[in-house]
């Protein structure tokens, strides 16, 4: 219970600024990355650039100017040296986690904030504007705090006539202050972002008669109440720009059905390659799936010693020859094409012992585990 509301100071600025100018999101990275450890230096600076800029934006949309905006997503994350050393506390990966990717709040007038790092490393993300979502006041807000998972605690959140809305918290020694702010109104909520499954399960009557792709990617983000951010460059190896036409009729069409339409009208001049999409953030982020594949590239080490033992016993096998069997299954039919020993550069493995090592897309490793789950294995005695 060492984690709790706090009043904030005054927003840090670049240094060597005036105090009237706005701070540099930069300079006040680069004083925070001074602080950190360097293993995790990089990894942290980027989550947290990434969330700036995108506080940022969401806050200018909400009326701020862009020197205000920038100053107050700084103050909500709050000092620089205070920040650094929470992470510092918290060095395992999945505690890395800012709580505002849980719930951000903004108290009028009283400058209290969540300065604090998530216990549990959820993931889920802000999809609502905080300027512009308010919760109800007074009476008409049932507010409760139910046991989380590990140790953290649910804020459940629910408005007259509507399903609850639960947020993953820290444990926070201030809970009482926290329910009285959002009894007055004065604090405001993010309510949870939908997976990518959830946004592809959004249906839609289209009638897209050779739209403009950027018309169509524009009624996908208000189906989905989120921001679309194309990446144009990318496309534009697919032939594509904001003009390309779209057409696609259907009665119920979801982010799958609508980007299948794009790809199938492209098929003829990239087979490999093709439109694909991204829930980060709060945004849609649409780009290449080579752009995706690169940016999700990881390695991933599988135990083959139950497989080789269990052909061995059942067909008299060598570890030689289930290995080689193994990586021409998986090479063969998980994305082909993608592979280096088949003259592609998005994947490679390797095997040393009974451990095969494979360097691979997210993609890759999915089809990989079900396939290996496939094949039988003898339990290790």
Known sequence: MNLKLRRESAPATAEGSPSGLAPSIAGWLGVLGTMLPRRQAAAIREELESHLQERVRDLMVGGLAEAEATRRAIAELGEAAELASKYRALSIEPQRRLV????????????????????????????????????????????????????????????????????????????????????????????????????????????????????????????????????????????????????????????????????????SSSKDDGVDWRATNGVIEVATRSYFDRREVKLVIYELEGIIAARHDTYGEERVKVMEEVIQLIQGFVFPSGWQDNGGDLAKLTVVGDRMFVEAPARFQTQIRWMLDQLPAKMPQ
């Open 100 to 267: 505002m990717y849980g719930l951000v709040v903004a108290v009028a007038g009283a400058g209290l904030a969540l300065g604090v790092a998530a216990v549990s490393g959820g993931g889920r993300q802000p999809i609502l504007d905080s300027t512009k979502t308010a919760v109800p006041t007074g009476s008409d807000l049932r507010l409760s705090v139910q046991p989380g998972p590990h140790g953290s605690l649910e804020l459940v959140v629910q408005p007259p006539g509507a399903g609850a809305a639960r947020t993953e918290l820290p444990i926070v020694q201030d809970l009482p202050i926290m329910a009285e702010a959002i009894k007055r109104g004065s604090m405001r909520v993010y309510e949870v972002q939908p997976a990518a499954s959830e946004l592809d399960a959004l249906r839609a009557e289209v009638d897209f008669d050779r739209t403009p792709m950027a018309d169509v990617l524009k009624f996908i983000g208000e189906r989905a109440g989120m921001p679309v951010q194309v990446n144009w460059s990318r496309l534009a190896d697919l032939g594509l720009d904001p003009k390309s036409p779209v057409t696609l009729k259907a009665k119920s069409a979801g982010m799958g059905v609508i980007l299948r339409a794009i790809n199938e009208a492209i098929a």
